[in-house]
């Protein structure tokens, strides 16, 4: 039981690496949707949740690194 516990950190990271790379890659769709998209409530909406989306990636990638190094 130890053992199978050791290999979930590993795996933990890499879940947490690739979610943030999904959601780098939906953050910018949001945010050049934005951009493109005809100026009004909800070109801005589609700005601040592509860089809500950004945020989340960002805490993804934080706790990916923290996981692979214990």
Request: overall charge positive; hydrophobic content about 60%; glycine content about 8%.
């Amino acid at each position: 039981m130890v053992a199978r516990n050791r290999k979930m950190y590993p795996l933990a990271a890499r879940t947490h690496s690739r979610n943030a790379i999904w959601l780098t890659a939906l953050a910018l769709v949001f945010i050049v949707f934005g951009i493109i998209a005809e100026r009004g409530f909800v070109s801005h909406y589609l700005i601040a949740f592509g860089f809500v989306v950004l945020l989340g990636a960002g805490f993804a990638a934080f706790n990916a690194r923290r996981l692979s190094k214990l």
